[in-house]
């Protein structure tokens, strides 16, 4: 575990903006996957939604924050569930891990929900842009916001059958060979 001075970092009306790199610890995407599919499976069960994950053997560790990224795949999850409500036959999210390449680890979460419009694509990273009658549309924006302080990018693209697969990329520290 490495700790960065606390002097580093922007400050925000007086406030110290703690960011993420303050804390950099190293760890698995495997397990951090497999940690929050732990704590949304109760949830996905009296939803009917099937949780499957493909994780790839040997993957390097990343260095960052696991709970912060923990925090995108939850969101990622509730995004994925709610937009399944209205789905009938085929509830499934994959939550899936590969290696990229030499530099970049790439973390998926599938549904079979109905998909984004794509009159909203643009939008979808944007504060406060939300379809739901209760959303707050702010999940995407700090996810996106989270996985750039680390490096990597989130994305976004409708799957060819049905529903929307959001990815991002984190990259591999040197020397992280698998
Ligand atoms: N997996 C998904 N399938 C379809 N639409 C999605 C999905 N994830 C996000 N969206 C769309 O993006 C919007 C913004 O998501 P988010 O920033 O998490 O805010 P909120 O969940 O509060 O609406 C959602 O309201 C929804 O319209
Ligand atoms: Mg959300």
């Not at 990224?69 to 939550?95: K, P, Y």
Request: glycine share 8%.
């Amino acid at each position: 575990m490495r700790h960065r001075g606390s002097s580093s970092g922007p400050w925000l009306s007086g406030q110290r903006y703690v960011t993420t790199m303050d804390v950099i610890l190293l760890f698995f995407t495997g397990h951090v996957c497999d940690e929050t599919v732990g704590l949304v499976a109760a949830d996905a069960n009296i939803k009917h939604n099937i949780l499957r994950t493909s994780l790839e053997k040997a993957l390097p560790p990343v260095y960052g924050d696991r709970i912060q990224l923990q925090q995108v795949l939850l969101n990622l999850l509730s995004n994925s569930f709610d937009a399944m409500e209205t789905t009938r036959d085929f509830r499934e999210v994959l939550i899936s891990t590969v290696r990229l390449d030499a530099a970049m680890i790439k973390v998926s979460v599938r549904d079979s929900g109905p998909g984004i419009p794509v009159q909203d694509i643009p939008r979808l990273f944007t504060r406060f842009f939300t379809s739901k009658p209760d959303g707050l549309g702010m999940g995407l924006p700090i996810s996106r916001s989270i996985i750039e302080t680390h490096g990597g990018a989130l994305m976004v693209e409708n799957n060819p059958d049905n529903g929307a697969t959001f990815s991002f990329t984190l990259p591999v520290p040197p020397g992280g060979a698998a």
